[in-house]
């Protein structure tokens, strides 16, 4: 069975469609998509070990998933497909996605998702859906579109304001960075977000 994190990854995708898989680890995710979603699966990651256990996985499994170790999207050509990034930090996402476009990302990041999500809406991507679970730790897995969208929030997502223990986390954070941040314009973003995210905390 799939953690609560790699099941939310695999519900945004499209059945049926192809999908290139950056970092795919463990393989698990291609290894679900093609099972159950029929998908065609490319799963790469930089690490020729980290493959290996994805190699191994997949035979374990019984299914047909390609697999290639690349550096982020060196040497793949995309057309279609829907593109998982998953178990990185923003900084490398946002360095894989540099020089490339595809329609339909799927992305997981371990951190600044505000920041992934201010780049991505610059980049020409507006972002469909988000999901966010917790697995330890909060992870907000982002379905983002190429192409005209609505613009949201980059700190307070509207896809995630019901969830009330997730905006309870965010303000008590926010608070923490406004009580030390010094410098007086960062503080003053610092308050516009809490008092965003407190309309929706009561
Ligand atoms: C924490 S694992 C995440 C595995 C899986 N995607 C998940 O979310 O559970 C991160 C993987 O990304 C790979 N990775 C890191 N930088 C990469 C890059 N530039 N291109 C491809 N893979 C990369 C690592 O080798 C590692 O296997």
Redesign the pocket.
Known sequence: MLSKR?QAICDFVTPNSKVV??????GL?DIYLTKNKNCQCLA????AK?LEKAKENIKKAGVSVKTLV???LEGIELTDETLII???GTH?ILK?LNKKITNDLVI?THNKVSLLRKKLQKKGYYIKDEKVIFDKFYYVIGYYKYGQGPRINNYVSPFLINNIEYMRYLLNKYQIKFIHEKKFLVKLKYHLIIKKIKKHVK
């Not at 898989?21 to 463990?26: L, S």
């Open positions: 790699l898989d950056i970092g795919a680890d463990h995710v790469t990651d930089i690490s980290s690349t550096d982020g998953s178990g990185m490398t894989i997981c």
